[in-house]
């Protein structure tokens, strides 16, 4: 990074000139983060760089030394697993390999199903060979992006006459708008990174409430024809 770069790096919302040009981005605020934590222990945080070459980040705090001999043993916590009301088939789609797996992890520690597609555009691929009840959809992405994806799926669902599948949105800006645009294109809800696992839990159990609601609903509905189409041949 040049000069220029370095001066903005660790204000909030700023990226360095190719990190704005690259296709998948965050939002410029890892760094400031960074940098409010450390300074809130007293600390500083600084980075050496020359373009081309690369950089380096460190910081430093000031810790007081601990009187006692040996570190006290924290005793193990044994987490409990909330079982979803019912196991469902989930598409989780984000361009980031990391973000992809930790979904993944916890959605089948709780017994889920997951597959997933680093685009919107895999993820329509995806949904044409196979049903899923719930869809985790990231927001800023290659290729296809959240909003667009979504709009093309339901696009989908409509053409082919699929059950709708329960999309939530996801995405690092909590923004209040991006929530709205997300429910104007065709989603069903929105959580903003990080998110907290247990609220991603009840988000997919009311999904699977809805699904399961809006199924009796059908059901309903086409047995109340079927009978009123055998009454009127009778």
Same mark, same amino acid.
């Given at each position: ?11 909030? #919302?700023?990226? *360095?000139?190719?990190? $704005?040009?690259? /296709? @998948? ?5 890892? =760094?400031?983060?960074? !940098? ?22 460190? #910081?430093?705090? *000031?810790?007081?030394? $601990?009187?006692? /001999? @040996? ?5 193990? =916590?044994?987490?409990? !697993? ?25 959605? *089948? ?126």
């Amino acid at each position: 990074m040049d000069q220029e770069e370095l001066k903005l790096l660790f204000h909030r #919302f700023s990226q *360095t000139y190719s990190q $704005s040009k690259e /296709k @998948s981005r965050g939002f410029g605020l890892g =760094l400031s983060i960074c !940098k409010k934590m450390v300074e809130s222990m007293g600390g500083t945080i600084n980075v050496e760089s020359k373009k081309g070459v690369g950089s380096k980040f460190q #910081f430093q705090i *000031t810790c007081e030394t $601990s009187l006692s /001999k @040996s570190l006290p043993v924290t005793p193990k =916590l044994t987490l409990k !697993k909330t079982p979803p009301v019912l196991p469902q088939n989930i598409l989780v789609v984000d361009d980031n390999p990391l973000n992809r797996k930790v979904l993944v992890t916890h959605l *089948t520690q709780v017994g889920h199903n997951c597959q997933t597609a680093s685009d919107g555009q895999e993820a329509i691929a995806l949904i044409a060979r196979c049903e899923f009840h719930v869809i985790l959809m990231d927001i800023i992405m290659p290729v296809l992006d959240g909003f667009k994806a979504t709009q093309q799926i339901r696009l989908l669902e409509k053409k082919r006459n699929l059950p709708p599948a329960y999309i939530i949105g996801i995405s690092g800006n909590a923004r209040e708008v991006y929530s709205e645009q997300g429910i104007a294109c065709g989603m069903n809800d929105y959580l903003s990174k990080p998110y907290d696992k247990k609220v991603l839990c009840e988000k997919i159990n009311n999904a699977t409430i809805v699904r399961m609601a809006s199924a009796n609903t059908t059901s309903a509905i086409t047995e109340a024809t079927s009978k009123t189409t055998e009454n009127e041949r009778q």
